[in-house]
């Protein structure tokens, strides 16, 4: 972690899902989820993470108060997002989760806040800012490995993501069936697989990134390690810029302002 990080610590929004956990309390029972996995290296670092609902009415509230997102993983965007659709959808897909988020990227993007989308983080990212989807890609969906760095991904050299993660080698999991077709606006691919599936994008100005393994559940930390630690330290530079200062100086720069005028 870099020395940018401040004394107060950053807070992260994390997004989360609705879960039906009724069969253990012997009835409908809707709960606000994601892998506990996902939170390790931010509380190992003293940082603060907030999971969220997808209430389209706090948004605003939302980003006026935190330093950084991550998009977690889940259920497929739904292609409505991004092309013309009509008719039944084979996969399964939460419209109301797509609400959120979408404006929750927007809104982030136009405070300038930090964004690491993960798998479906990385989908969701690229819609919201007008690219488009594969619908579907064959041998990627590998749920029994999840732990293990199973598939290849070459990273650009000279990328954010290369300069994190200090190679252009990766070795990931991999557990997805919709992948980058079109990049959105401001979007450009870093990574791809041997394949040639997207595996990563990353934003030529703002400091937004999405990758399309999950990083939390590789057995190895320094995966995830690293890029939570460049979402971090890219939140604490923002909060560091915007605190407001301490009485003291403020009472002294006016002074000095004061001084000046004279």
């Known amino acids: 972690m870099s020395a940018a990080r401040s004394a107060t610590p950053p ?3 994390v997004t989360g899902f609705l879960q039906d956990i009724g069969e253990r309390w012997g009835g409908p029972f809707p709960a606000l989820a994601v892998e506990s996995a996902y939170f390790r290296p931010f509380h190992e670092n003293g940082a603060v993470t907030v999971l969220v609902p997808s209430d389209m009415a706090s948004v605003a509230t939302l980003v006026s108060w935190i330093d950084g997102v991550l998009l977690t993983g889940g259920a ?3 292609p409505a997002r991004y092309r013309s659709w009509s008719g039944p959808y084979p996969y399964t897909a939460d419209p109301d989760r797509d609400d959120f988020e979408l404006e929750l ?7 300038e806040l930090p964004v690491l989308g993960v798998c479906r983080g990385i989908q969701v990212l690229n819609v919201a800012l007008g690219g488009t989807l594969q619908m579907h890609v064959t041998g990627h969906l590998l749920l029994k490995e ?3 760095p199973i598939q290849h991904v070459r990273v650009i ?5 290369h300069a994190i993660m200090e190679s252009g080698s990766l070795h990931v999991n991999s557990m997805h069936h919709q992948a980058i077709e079109e990049p959105g606006q401001g979007l ?3 990574a791809w697989a041997d394949d040639g599936t997207p595996e990563a994008v990353e934003h030529s100005e703002a400091p937004v990134l999405g990758i399309q393994w999950h990083p939390e559940k590789l057995a190895d930390p320094h995966n995830y ?3 939570v630690g ?3 330290d890219a939140a604490s530079r923002r909060r560091h810029l915007l605190r407001p200062r301490p009485y003291g100086d403020r009472h002294a720069a006016s002074s000095h302002s004061r001084q000046a005028d004279r």
């Open 11 to 13: 807070v992260i929004a």
């Open 76 to 78: 497929d965007v739904h």
């Open 105 to 111: 990227i927007h809104a982030a993007l136009a405070r």
């Open 146 to 148: 999840s732990s293990e």
């Open 157 to 161: 050299p000279g990328s954010r993501l």
């Open 188 to 190: 450009r691919i870093v």
């Open 225 to 227: 390690d690293a890029l």
């Open 230 to 232: 460049w979402l971090l």
